[in-house]
């Protein structure tokens, strides 16, 4: 069954440097997401991609964050100057076409640990 | 703008018991979709079970099935012969159905903690 893929399973960083996380989505799908989960708490929208554009961002994402599709297949976060709070789960999900397009299947997330 | 409550933190059951987890939600829209989702302690979110709000007919899946309420804005998940591998986190999630210009993006609850005793 196709699933989604995210590396690293797991980041270690420093405060201050600049982390990308990766995705490979269903190869068919059109829309991808990003989520993250502080330890504890709930799961949060960040962005959504459609098109090679960003169509909806959360509060949560401002500058320090951007997204990429750099090639048909990845599907990239990157953080470019990395904070504390920063440390989360983070998810890529993404979803097919319009009659699929509701649900949104997830990869097994990278955990972002910044120090 | 939507939200998603789930009341009960955390919730125990018996192998091979039912049991039932809430989920409550706020929304103006008439169309939407809402989803549980589960995450065992891999972390990974795997769905359950969607629930389309035009449909009258609760959704079902093997050994889950939802009780939908639109008019209380409801949607609670039952798990019968609960199996250990059940146990995990449960996340209500609530979409948009994008007709009417709203969000693609999920609304998650807090999510309840459901323990399976052998």
């Known amino acids: 069954e196709p699933e989604v893929t995210q590396t690293p399973s797991h980041q270690v960083t420093q405060m201050g440097q600049e982390v990308i996380l990766r995705c490979v989505p269903i190869?068919?799908?059109?829309?991808f997401y990003w989520y993250r989960q502080i330890l504890g708490q709930k799961v949060e929208f960040l962005v959504s991609f459609y098109n090679n554009e960003i169509s909806e961002k959360s509060e949560i994402f401002d500058d320090q964050f951007s997204v990429e599709r750099p090639d048909g297949s990845n599907f990239t976060l990157k953080i470019r100057s990395t904070k504390l709070e920063d440390s989360a789960m983070y998810f890529c999900a993404s979803s097919g076409d319009s009659l699929a397009k509701n649900i949104q299947y997830f990869g097994a997330g990278t955990r972002l640990s910044v120090l | 703008a939507q939200t998603v409550t789930q009341s009960q933190p955390e919730m125990s059951v018996q192998e091979a018991e039912t049991v039932t987890l809430s989920c409550t939600y706020d929304t103006s829209e008439s169309d939407y979709y809402l989803f549980w989702y589960k995450q065992p302690p891999s972390r990974q979110m795997i769905l359950v079970i969607r629930?389309?709000?035009?449909?009258?007919q609760n959704a079902t899946e093997n050994r889950f099935s939802v009780n939908f309420q639109k008019a209380a804005k409801s949607f609670s998940l039952k798990i019968s012969d609960s199996q250990l591998g059940d146990a995990a986190m449960y996340f209500c999630?609530?979409?948009?159905?994008?007709?009417?210009?709203?969000?693609?993006?999920?609304?998650f609850g807090k999510g309840t903690k459901l323990t399976v005793n052998p």
């Open positions: 629930q389309e709000a035009y449909k009258q």
């Open positions: 190869s068919n799908h059109l829309y």
């Open positions: 999630a609530y979409r948009s159905a994008g007709t009417q210009g709203g969000s693609e993006k999920l609304v």
